[in-house]
């Protein structure tokens, strides 16, 4: 038989063409791939890094390591990424160049000062921003209701550790609760266990207003330990999170070994896979 005459490519053929090439200009090949959680060793979740787990080395050696660990998504801390809006296309060039993308950053700090507040988003804007978290003072909280909205980044409050004012679940409930739905909550859950608060109840209260969780795990609501070996009902944790489609950074955040984390962040990681398993 004949071979069939090929196909004449339609404007969607080319504007898919155009759309993979455009990603992998902008992010590399292996993020893009990663973009999507399909299939992921860690369930569906876009698992990455607190940058803060590497916080002794600097930003380039610090990205080369997230790449080595096979994850391509960070919540920046300010030592590693300035929230200088000028900077931001570099550094996201200098992120995308590891397969690396910077969707999250924080913590920050949120007060009186509005010019500083806007500040911080227009770095978020030019960042490309999912997500803010912070440390805000009451005082912040209407002006983060109009910044929240003009810039369509919200932002989540990280929760301290004893003592902090945002220790209690039922606080920061309290304090956003009257206030713009893209005000919510950046769930640590190792400062909440250390707070002798539930993490897994903290995903049901603030429900569809996550914004961030950095993953870590306590041990006696004292000290800090690999995934798995604490008090984190790991697996509970995250079937909360499938059931609401959370679909902003699953951060490991690892505070120990500040010089050495390889290791331990790989067997943090090693148990996430085991926790997600059947989601």
Excluded at 12 to 19: E, K, M, N, T, W
Excluded at 91 to 120: E, I, P, Q, S, Y
Excluded at 203 to 210: K, P
Aim: with cysteine; aromatic share 8%.
């Amino acid at each position: 038989m004949p071979a069939s005459s090929p196909r004449r490519p339609t404007r969607r053929d080319a504007l898919a063409a155009g759309l993979a090439t455009f990603g992998t200009i902008a992010f590399g090949r292996t993020l893009r791939a990663a973009d999507t959680p399909e299939g992921s060793p860690f369930g569906p979740f876009r698992m990455g890094l607190q940058s803060y787990s590497l916080r002794h080395f600097k930003l380039e050696d610090a990205l080369a390591k997230t790449k080595e660990l096979g994850l391509h998504y960070w919540e920046s801390f300010p030592a590693h990424i300035p929230a200088d809006p000028s900077k931001a296309e570099a550094m996201r060039k200098t992120a995308a160049d590891h397969g690396v993308k910077v969707t999250g950053f924080g913590v920050v700090h949120f007060g009186k000062d509005a010019d500083a507040n806007r500040k911080l988003f227009e770095f978020g804007k030019a960042m490309g921003l999912s997500y803010i978290s912070c440390d805000p003072d009451v005082e912040a909280f209407d002006n983060l209701d109009k910044l929240t909205e003009e810039f369509g980044i919200p932002v989540g409050i990280h929760n301290h550790g004893p003592g902090h004012k945002w220790a209690k679940i039922d606080d920061i409930m309290a304090a956003i609760k009257d206030h713009s739905p893209k005000i919510g909550c950046c769930i640590d859950t190792g400062h909440f266990l250390r707070s002798r608060e539930d993490p897994v109840r903290a995903v049901e209260v603030f429900d569809t207003r996550i914004y961030g969780v950095h993953l870590k795990d306590v041990k006696d609501a004292k000290t800090f330990s690999i995934l798995g070996e604490g008090d984190l009902r790991t697996a509970d944790l995250l079937k909360q999170l499938a059931k609401r489609k959370y679909n902003y950074n699953l951060a490991l955040e690892y505070e120990e070994s500040e010089t050495m984390p390889m290791d331990d962040i790989r067997a943090c990681l090693k148990a996430e896979k085991k926790a997600a398993e059947g989601l």
